[in-house]
């Protein structure tokens, strides 16, 4: 989507209620793939004046009631979004047609503002699942322990196994090295 600034957008308007162009001639000087952004243009500033044509700088938040308030206000008086942004003077009529779709798609539910960034990790170790220990029987702590104590001396005689492997292969290694010495005299 192509921005323009407000000087290009006032001058745009004012030529428009000068009356010499309509809006898709004017579209058509200034280079403009459509008519549309000037239509909101003229709407908006006569709504609202030159600040309604100005953007705003920053992020603005609006409540839950606010987007249902706007909804409402289209779905029953069957107002377009650009009239209904006229209504509760906003700059862009296609944040009301996004509320729009999430009220459809969603509902309320997804008109509510949605938490940005990580989980902190506090909060992600609590949510893991832990054993609670008072909650089991004596009987069922020693089988877990027995089972503990299986598997940590299984993995000690993997281990020396390995390292007793290694050993061998290593024997293995000279052996042959040696013997093709040998061969070659």
């Known amino acids: 989507m192509v921005k323009y600034n ?20 004017l579209a058509k000087k200034y280079n403009m793939p459509s008519a549309t952004p000037l239509q909101n243009w003229v709407l908006t500033y006569k709504a609202h004046g030159t600040t309604g044509l100005t953007q705003k700088t920053g992020k603005t938040v609006y409540s839950v009631q606010f ?16 009239e209904t942004a006229v209504q509760f003077n906003l700059n862009t009529p296609a944040l009301i ?3 729009m779709k999430v009220y459809r798609n969603k509902g309320t539910e997804g008109l509510k503002p949605k938490p940005k960034g990580r989980v ?8 893991r699942p832990t054993k609670d220990l008072k909650q089991l029987t004596r009987e069922e702590l020693e089988r877990e322990n027995e089972l503990l104590k299986l598997e ?6 993997l281990k020396a196994f390995r390292v007793q492997n290694a050993g061998r292969e290593k024997h293995r ?12 005299d």
């Open 152 to 157: 940590n001396d299984y993995l000690k005689k």
């Open 173 to 184: 290694q000279n052996w042959h090295s040696n013997s093709k010495e040998k061969d070659s």
């Open 120 to 127: 902190p990790m506090a909060d992600q170790s609590k949510k």
């Open 97 to 99: 047609a996004q509320w």
């Open 67 to 82: 987007k249902l308030n706007a909804i409402q206000f289209m779905l029953e008086t069957g107002a377009s979004y650009q």
């Open 6 to 25: 407000e000087a290009f957008k006032m001058k745009l308007v004012t030529e428009y209620i000068k009356g010499d162009l309509g809006y898709k001639r």
